[in-house]
């Protein structure tokens, strides 16, 4: 059998004395070198420190059964195989299972070596010949770290991959019920409508948003992610990835307002464009109890519609009826309102728009020229000049309620359009 060590100046035979001697030293202190392994992963390792007491008996365990392997095989002069350390796997998965990050976990294999070499150090002393046999253990150790640290970094990828699979299939047939208006009666798909707050009588909303870039495939569980992310006052919300259609289902907490809620979504969209992952998002009207559920979807599908190429969001609880009306307007619609009036709004949005502004005003302020004239920070006397400059242009005379809604008609559609792009 061929050596796993590297012979120095010294005797063969005596530095293999004196590795035996460190060695057999270091198995009989196993279970105190783990207790001392654990108690610096603690200090060090924040994932670790915030762990009940009871966490640590199997974190001991598994340390010295670290130690013992490595020693051992050490001692034998062989290298050791994947079945010698078969434990690491099931101990990777309680880990993963746990919540710990792989770094952490890798981590933690970090701080159990480096007590050990430190304790090798020691036990070797300062002769010349502790020195070598102590050199000659270096990469030995190194390779049993990285050894044992791969197979159970492999074994715990494995399962948090089997673990995100899962409970993909678990959020896709949570979400397949919702929105066939249905909430799952029992077992682990009510149990995960509970912990995203959604019930049989919960308030809701329905979100649905597909890339502007079909290329990037990343975009829909980037997003999907930073979505989870934007419930009120909650830890995450329901979101699924359907295709290239990501769905989100965030619940309202009782008294919660739903323009809240849009607004943190927009806040998601907006952090997203500015990350390169711009997306086109509908938001439909609020649900009240699972069986709103499909109407919410559809609702959010339509509002989709209206997005323009560019991506943005349309939020149907920040809409009134109007302003939904007139994203739906057909080109017919469009083509009813007169040139003059197409021109005239062409004309105003390229000078900046403040006809279009004194319109509005005058309309939120029913049609009181005083108010109105507060409102846009001018005297009386400009903005109902300015409303004579629009009859001058448009034929409509804002001070007639019929002319004044076909100008808040024709000021819509073309907002509208231009959302549409």
């Known amino acids: 059998m061929s050596s796993v060590f590297a012979v120095g100046g010294g005797s063969g035979e005596a530095v293999a004395a004196e590795r035996a001697r460190i060695l057999s030293a270091l198995l009989g202190r196993v279970d105190e070198l783990a207790d001392r392994a654990v108690a610096a992963m603690r200090a060090e390792i924040p994932a670790y420190a915030a762990q009940a007491d009871d966490f640590f008996p199997d974190v001991v365990d598994q340390v010295a059964r670290h130690y013992r392997t490595n020693l051992s095989s050490l001692l034998e002069e062989r290298q050791p195989q994947p079945e010698d350390i078969s434990f690491a796997r099931r101990a990777a998965m309680r880990r993963a ?227 939904y009306l007139a994203l739906h307007a057909d080109d017919t619609a469009r083509r009813i309102v007169d040139p003059r009036v197409r021109a005239f709004l062409d004309d105003d949005r390229a000078r900046g728009g403040m006809l279009i502004a004194t319109i509005r005003a005058f309309a939120e302020a029913d049609m009181n020229l005083r108010v109105a004239g507060e409102r846009l920070q001018v005297h009386p006397n400009t903005a109902q000049y300015r409303l004579g400059r629009i009859e001058e242009r448009t034929g409509r005379n804002p001070r007639h309620v019929s002319h004044l809604v076909d100008l808040l008609v024709a000021i819509a559609l073309d907002d509208a359009g231009i959302a549409l792009g």
Not at 164 to 185: Q, Y
Not at 265 to 279: T, W, Y
């Open 97 to 323: 299972r746990a919540g710990f990050a792989l770094e952490d976990y890798i981590n933690a294999f970090r701080v159990g070596q480096q007590v050990l070499w430190d304790a090798m150090l020691a036990t070797a002393g300062d002769t010349p010949l502790g020195h070598e046999a102590a050199l000659s253990l270096t990469q030995p150790l190194m390779r049993f770290s990285n050894f044992a640290s791969t197979h159970a970094g492999r074994a715990y990828v494995e399962f948090q991959q089997y673990a995100v699979a899962d409970a993909d299939r678990e959020r896709r047939d949570l979400l397949e019920l919702l929105l066939a208006g249905e909430m799952p009666p029992h077992g682990p798909l009510a149990a995960a409508a509970r912990a995203y707050g959604l019930g049989q009588d919960a308030r809701m909303l329905v979100a649905a948003a597909v890339p502007v870039d079909s290329s990037n495939g990343d975009t829909p569980h980037s997003a999907s992610a930073a979505l989870a992310r934007a419930g009120v006052r909650q830890a995450k919300t329901l979101v699924v990835v359907r295709q290239s259609e990501i769905v989100a289902v965030p619940a309202l907490l009782p008294g919660a307002d739903p323009l809240e809620l849009c607004a943190r979504l927009e806040a998601v969209h907006e952090r997203l464009r500015r990350d390169g992952l711009p997306l086109a998002m509908g938001i439909g009207t609020v649900a009240a109890g699972v069986a709103e559920l499909p109407r919410a979807y559809r609702e959010a599908r339509s509002a989709l519609q209206c997005v323009g190429d560019d991506g943005g969001v349309a939020a149907l609880p920040r809409l009134s009826p109007f302003e």
